[in-house]
């Protein structure tokens, strides 16, 4: 009975001795006894995206991204609408910015600008609906020069072009506030208007040597300048102001001479007119006897003759800025050949504005080129244009 009552006692301790040891062990490492399952403590471990990959990850990003800016112009959209209201006082805000700020995360800068591109428009309803759709950012482009007459054409261009396009074309269309001729076209920037800003910057370096004071009209000096730029290209070293009146008069001494030529130059532009009409034909003919067409990649030395020909620049009249594009005039698929006479190095603005087929007598030479408002819809080369323009709008947006 001694022996059974022991063992009784014994069996009755050790629960107890079970948990004081369970207890002490938890108490040294807590998560011991209660760590989550394996499953789960790798969806705490790892993002919702994690598995994703690199590509599927980007576009979400892209696709995202495209959303957020999407609702946000479509909010900003509505924010006149509620400054002339004051809808913000009626539900608690004391201002607008901060309407802005706490819903949307507009900053009080940018709803400035929304609000005044809205009252530049508030009487181009076609423009000012464009809010919702391209955002502030374009719109702010054509606010200050759309008029009632334009306004269509305008609402077309913020539709179909991206900014910086839509920024290159209205900087040539209304520089210096000239107006297009008859023909629906405008010379390009080289010929007329005001100086870029680099090339601005650029000739406040000259020393000035200059000691006598002329008045000129506002226009006069406007067309001084400008022809000073187009000099100092040319030249490739700066040119002064009195070389530029020199020049001048210098042309104004053999205007006779001038007055035999131009009819000689008008009759090349015709001849170069045909000549590139001919080149298209034969093109055409060559690729159907043979099938198989040339490499699009422009050879070496083409590229370093263009590069010299154009001084490294891009070839619109008056840009300044670096070529990006080797641009065929003739389109590579009508006339599949590497002609250095139609191709020019161009900007990538430049290259856009030539594939929206807003450059008339693109087949000749770039002094010769014409900004028009819209393309020629017969020609061969327009619908390979609208296919360019799709291939460089974003992927997701196509």
Not at 33 to 38: K, L, M, N, Q, T
Not at 134 to 158: D, F, I, P, S
Not at 329 to 339: K, T, V
Request: hydrophobic share 35%; glycine share 4%.
């Amino acid at each position: 009975m001694q022996n059974s009552n022991i063992l009784l006692k014994t069996q009755q301790t050790n629960p107890m001795q079970n948990q004081d040891t369970s207890s002490k062990t938890r108490q040294a490492n807590p998560t011991q006894h209660f760590s989550p399952p394996a499953s789960s403590q790798s969806a705490l471990s790892q993002p919702a995206f994690a598995n994703l990959s690199d590509k599927e990850l980007y576009k979400k990003c892209q696709l995202y991204g495209a959303e957020a800016r999407k609702w946000t112009n479509r909010f900003a959209a509505l924010l006149p609408e509620v400054a002339r209201r004051e809808l913000f006082k009626k539900y608690g805000f004391y201002t607008i910015s901060e309407f802005a700020a706490k819903l949307a995360g507009i900053k009080h800068e940018a709803l400035v600008e929304i609000l005044r591109v809205a009252k530049k428009l508030e009487d181009k309803p076609l423009l000012l609906n464009q809010l919702a759709e391209q955002g502030v950012n374009k719109l702010r482009l054509v606010a200050n020069v759309a008029t009632k007459e334009n306004e269509t054409m305008l609402c077309e261009k913020v539709k179909e072009m991206s900014k910086a396009t839509l920024a290159t074309f209205i900087q040539e269309k209304f520089r210096a506030g000239t107006e297009f001729d008859q023909n629906n076209t405008t010379i390009g920037s080289g010929q007329t208007g005001f100086i870029d800003e680099e090339i601005a910057a650029f000739q406040s370096k000259i020393p000035q040597h200059i000691t006598i004071s002329i008045p000129f009209e506002p226009k006069v000096e406007l067309q001084l300048r400008e022809l000073q730029k187009k000099l100092s290209r040319e030249r490739g070293f700066p040119v002064e102001l009195s070389e530029v009146i020199k020049t001048l008069m210098d042309a104004y001494g053999q205007r006779g001479e001038m007055a035999i030529k131009k009819p000689l130059k008008s009759a090349e532009m015709q001849m170069q007119k045909i000549s590139a009409q001919t080149l298209q034909a034969e093109a055409k003919t060559t690729q159907s006897q043979n099938p198989k067409s040339p490499s699009h990649h422009i050879p070496t030395k083409t590229e370093k003759e263009l590069y010299q020909k154009y001084s490294g620049r891009c070839a619109w009249p008056g840009c300044i800025k670096l070529p990006e594009i080797f641009h065929h005039m003739l389109r590579f698929s009508l006339n599949p050949s590497h002609d250095p006479n139609y191709i020019v190095p161009l900007c990538k603005n430049h290259e856009r504005l030539a594939h929206h087929g807003l450059i008339e007598n693109e087949e000749l030479s770039p002094e010769n080129w014409r900004l028009r408002t819209e393309p020629d819809k017969n020609a061969l080369k327009y619908k390979i244009d609208k296919k360019v323009i799709s291939y460089y709008a974003p992927r997701h947006l196509v």
